[in-house]
């Protein structure tokens, strides 16, 4: 290691360890994908199981986000704009899936009733 | 003079000759996911889209699908976020050689990630019959999981550009050394995700050992002397510029990998997880 980055090492030390945060994280994450795994195995109502799939994987979704990707720590400006980005997507989605869910957009020659999303 | 620039600290989440207060690569990192969220807003969509109205000959999801493998494979995503993060921690305090431990366990994982990615691709278009014109399932799923995967090919790419940089010697450019390097570890990485891990699967489902080494003795060969190239490249003795100052360098690569990781988060949950209801 360079003398410069061995000065930096000393001085970083002082900072708190995020170290045991990271890895709690990752054993949150992979139980949380484990449960999802078996939760649509599991003979429960079918809004029950999407509604808390969705809901697992936005909490996967936001421990990636606030602390693997430091949003946590980071400026609020660095999550406004990956929020706008994330917003307009989910925007787009949400409209364009209850615009081709509807009744009248419905394709003549597709199967009915084979899958309901 | 702030407590960071007294101390002489650096402070990796703030950059005080900004006027946002933000690093500019940072910033540029972010609007660009920002971005991509968008592009594969558009491709999730797509996807669920067909399968809410499904036309007729459509191939059924439930019989393609290998959940287990699928499974494994996410879990070794949120692995590899998890190195990653681990080796932004490490050049925050200024080990390079933690740092270089963690970038090659991230694009280790990142290759399993995408030799099951491989495999995957390669059964459903030879067991399954389910191509890429074949069905309308088949061409949403393979545009969107291939975007992903393009993805975190890319990424790895890129890790195994950080790596190779954390090399780069204080005196004397070393740029020869170092595209030697590079290469040595691309083509590790090569046939590690389209022979090795995919090789490696079919031996779990039951090929014998000896059949898939024949198959892909050639790559396989070329890949061990990259794997003792890139040792033997790595074998460093002097001073190198790479330090705690390139961590912000290090992170930027990091959001990327972080955000294919819940780029698959989503499309887990919404193209596999789903259709077992």
């Known amino acids: ?52 799939l969705c809901i697992l994987s936005a909490v996967k979704f936001m421990f990636v986000i606030f602390i693997f990707m430091h949003l946590k720590w980071d400026k609020l400006l660095c999550t406004i704009l990956f929020f ?9 989605m949400w409209a364009l899936l209850h615009l081709f869910g509807a009744e009248a957009s419905k394709p003549l020659s597709s199967i009915v009733g084979l899958i309901s999303l | 003079m702030s407590s960071h620039a007294a101390t ?36 999730i969509s797509t996807h669920l889209i067909y399968r809410l109205n499904p036309p007729p000959g459509n191939a059924v ?23 990653m993060a681990l080796a932004v921690n490490a050049i925050q305090r200024g080990n390079i050689k933690s740092t270089r431990v963690m970038l090659l ?23 399954k019959k389910m191509t890429l014109s074949n069905s309308i399932f088949g061409s949403t799923f393979y545009t969107l999981t291939g975007t992903h995967g393009t993805h975190v090919a890319i990424g790895v790419l890129l890790l195994g550009m950080m790596y190779v940089r954390t090399f780069k010697p204080t005196h004397g450019n ?21 022979w ?18 024949h198959h892909a003795a050639v790559p396989l060969a070329v890949g061990a002397v990259a794997l003792v190239a890139t040792f033997v490249l790595g074998r460093t003795s002097g001073d190198v510029e790479f330090g705690e100052k ?10 990327y990998w972080h955000f294919v990781d819940i780029v698959w988060i989503i499309i887990f949950t919404a193209v596999y997880l789903l259709e077992y209801l």
């Open chain 2, 196 to 213: 090795l891990v995919p090789g490696l699967i079919e031996v779990v489902y039951g090929v014998p050992l000896t059949e898939m080494l």
């Open chain 2, 61 to 83: 999801p439930t019989q393609v699908f290998n959940i287990e493998l699928t499974s494994f494979s996410t879990f070794i995503l949120l692995m590899s976020s998890l190195l």
């Open chain 2, 246 to 255: 390139n961590a912000g360098d290090v992170e930027a690569i990091g959001l």
């Open chain 2, 8 to 43: 002489g600290q650096i402070d990796h989440h703030h950059d005080h000759t900004t006027t946002t207060g933000i690093p500019n690569k940072k910033l540029l990192w972010w609007a660009f996911l920002a971005s991509d969220c968008m592009f594969f807003g558009a491709l």
């Open chain 1, 1 to 52: 290691m360079s003398a410069p980055a061995a000065h930096s090492a000393e001085a970083g030390h002082q900072e708190p360890s995020k170290f045991h945060v990271f890895i709690q994280i990752a054993m949150v994450l992979a139980v949380i994908t484990g449960i999802e795994v078996v939760l649509v195995y599991l003979p429960l109502a079918k809004w029950l199981v999407v509604s808390t």
């Open chain 2, 174 to 194: 070393g740029l020869i050394k170092n595209f030697v390097h590079l290469l040595a570890v691309c083509a590790v990485m090569g046939v590690s995700f389209i």
């Open chain 1, 84 to 92: 706008i980005g994330l917003v307009l997507a989910g925007g787009t």
């Open chain 2, 105 to 127: 366990g991230t694009m280790f994982f990142g290759c399993i990630f995408l030799g099951g990615q491989v495999y995957e691709f390669a059964h459903f278009v030879a067991v």
